[in-house]
């Protein structure tokens, strides 16, 4: 495993998310009522940015580009059209700092 800091746990206020970039990766963290969690940001349907069309409608993620949808934490889509898994990535807090599993 290789962890990688993303952000710090005050940089994402509950019950939100926040778009950052690591190691080129785009990666949006989420930061629900039970814990961190990350994905790719690009919707698996027809690529749409996630951060930029979608909306956190706990756990889900929606891409309002074609009303898809995908559970935040495994990635499984929930909502057609969208049917391809989004990525998802393992995330831990250390002491304040929010780190992320990249592969
Ligand atoms: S691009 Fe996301 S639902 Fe179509």
Request: overall charge negative; hydrophobic content about 35%; proline content about 7%.
């Amino acid at each position: 495993m290789t962890w990688f800091p993303v952000c710090r746990e005050t940089d994402v206020p509950e019950c939100d998310m926040r778009l950052f970039k690591v190691d080129d990766i785009n990666l949006l963290v989420y930061h629900l009522s039970d814990g961190w969690y990350a994905t790719g940001e690009i919707c698996t349907h027809q690529a749409c940015s996630l951060w930029d069309d979608g909306e956190l409608e706990e756990p889900e993620i929606v891409c309002t580009c074609h009303g898809g949808a995908f559970d935040i934490r495994s990635g499984a889509p929930t909502r057609m059209p969208c049917v391809i898994p989004l990525e998802t990535y393992d995330t831990r807090v250390v002491e304040g700092q929010v780190e992320i599993d990249l592969p």
